[in-house]
T-cell receptor
Framework: GDSVTQMEGPVTLSEEAFLTINCTYT??????LFWYVQYPGEGLQLLLK?????DKGSNKGFEATYRKETTSFHLEKGSVQVSDSAVYFC???????????FGQGTTLQVKP | DAMVIQNPRYQVTQFGKPVTLSCSQT?????MYWYQQKSSQAPKLLFH???????NEADTPDNFQSRRPNTSFCFLDIRSPGLGDAAMYLC?????????????FGEGSRLTVL
């Protein structure tokens, strides 16, 4: 079945450091790919999305490119801030079931 | 303005005492979901409605029930909460048609079981 695998956390960075959170997927068909962010005590917010191969999603300085050849959707940010501390979930929308399938989440902690 | 609204944000109940969580949406989306999330783990899908059609996940305990009286509202009923049911419960919606599969989440309802 369809699945998503994220790098394990926690990831601890200093402010202004470069961020990469790896995400790979297994899916049949042509899924849409998403990154959701969850701040402490809150629900999930869509951070960015890509709906087809080679699309680049971007928002708030974060970027991710849909790479069909490597089945990846890695999240990057050039310079993280303390306010980026949160849990990040990679997800795909299964073209078979219509369900959203999440990775296990990666906790990011940014220190001043 | 919030588009998916969950109430209450925080709910404390006693072991075995029924609880109802509510979700309302202003997006007029066909599909509504209920997820359970523990300790920043990935959300676990409990069930979803496609319009009035109810779809239960195979491993969702019978203790969890849901109602969708109209397009805008959906309820999660926990008939006899156990300590293991303490979690964040997330409601989400999705449109159809040209939809990309994106889900819109509420802020969540955090359930504590004493």
């Amino acid at each position: 079945g369809d699945s998503v695998t994220q790098m394990e956390g926690p990831v601890t960075l200093s402010e202004e450091a470069f961020l990469t959170i790896n995400c790979t997927y297994t899916a049949t068909g042509y899924p849409s790919l998403f990154w959701y962010v969850q701040y402490p005590g809150e629900g999930l917010q869509l951070l960015l999305k890509a709906t087809k191969a080679d699309d680049k999603g971007s928002n708030k300085g974060f970027e991710a490119t849909y790479r069909k050849e490597t089945t990846s959707f890695h999240l990057e940010k050039g310079s993280v801030q303390v306010s980026d501390s949160a849990v990040y979930f990679c997800a795909l929308s299964s073209s078979n079931t219509g369900k959203l399938i999440f990775g296990q989440g990666t906790t990011l902690q940014v220190k001043p | 303005d919030a588009m998916v609204i969950q109430n209450p944000r925080y709910q404390v109940t006693q072991f075995g005492k029924p609880v109802t969580l509510s979700c309302s949406q202003t997006l007029n989306h066909n599909v509504m979901y209920w997820y359970q999330q523990k300790s920043s783990q990935a959300p676990k899908l409990l069930f979803h409605y496609y319009d009035k059609d109810f779809n239960n996940e195979a491993d969702t305990p019978d203790n969890f029930q849901s109602r969708r009286p109209n397009t805008s509202f959906c309820f999660l009923d926990i008939r006899s909460p156990g300590l293991g049911d303490a979690a964040m419960y997330l409601c989400a919606t999705r449109g159809t048609g040209l939809n990309t599969g994106e889900l819109f989440f509420g802020e969540g309802s955090r359930l504590t079981v004493l």
